[in-house]
Nanobody, 125 residues
C-alpha cells in the first residue's frame, strides 16, 4: 500500500520549535514535488511550504517565511518541515502532500497526489 506517514507533531510553547517528518512508502517509482499543508476547523486547507523534486526550489506561505524550512531526502523519499519561532496561530493539523507515480495493486498511477493522515501541532501562548 502506498502511503505518506507523518510524525513529529505535538504541543509546544510560543517561540519554540518542532520538526515534522513525512516518509513515502510502497511501490513508488518517482516523487515530484512534496509539501506541507495545514488546516484549522472551519477553514480551508492551506499550503505551508512546497519543494520541487530536485530540492532546488521552495515556496512558503507569507505567514511562515523566515520561520519554517522545508527539506527533502530523495534517497529516502522523505520530507521534513523545521518550524521555529512558533506562534499560537500556527496551531493546526499539518498534512504531508506529494505528487508521485506509483503502483497501487495492479493500477498504475502517474503523477497523482498523495496525502498523509495529518499530525496535530498545538502552540500555546
Amino acid at each position: 500500500q502506498v502511503q505518506l506517514v507523518e510524525s513529529g507533531g505535538g504541543l509546544v510553547q510560543a517561540g519554540g520549535s518542532l520538526r515534522l517528518s513525512c516518509a513515502a512508502s510502497g511501490s513508488i517509482f518517482s516523487v515530484n514535488h512534496m509539501g506541507w499543508y495545514r488546516q484549522v476547523p472551519g477553514r480551508q486547507r492551506e499550503l505551508v511550504a512546497r519543494i520541487t523534486s530536485d530540492g532546488d526550489t521552495t515556496i512558503y506561505a507569507d505567514s511562515v517565511k523566515g520561520r519554517f524550512t522545508i527539506a527533502r531526502d530523495n534517497a529516502k523519499n522523505t520530507v521534513t518541515l523545521q518550524m521555529d519561532s512558533l506562534k499560537p496561530e500556527d496551531t493546526a493539523v499539518y498534512y504531508c502532500n506529494a505528487e508521485a507515480t506509483f503502483l497501487e495493486g495492479s493500477l498504475f498511477n502517474r503523477d497523482q497526489p498523495l496525502w498523509g493522515q495529518g499530525t496535530l501541532v498545538t502552540v500555546s501562548s
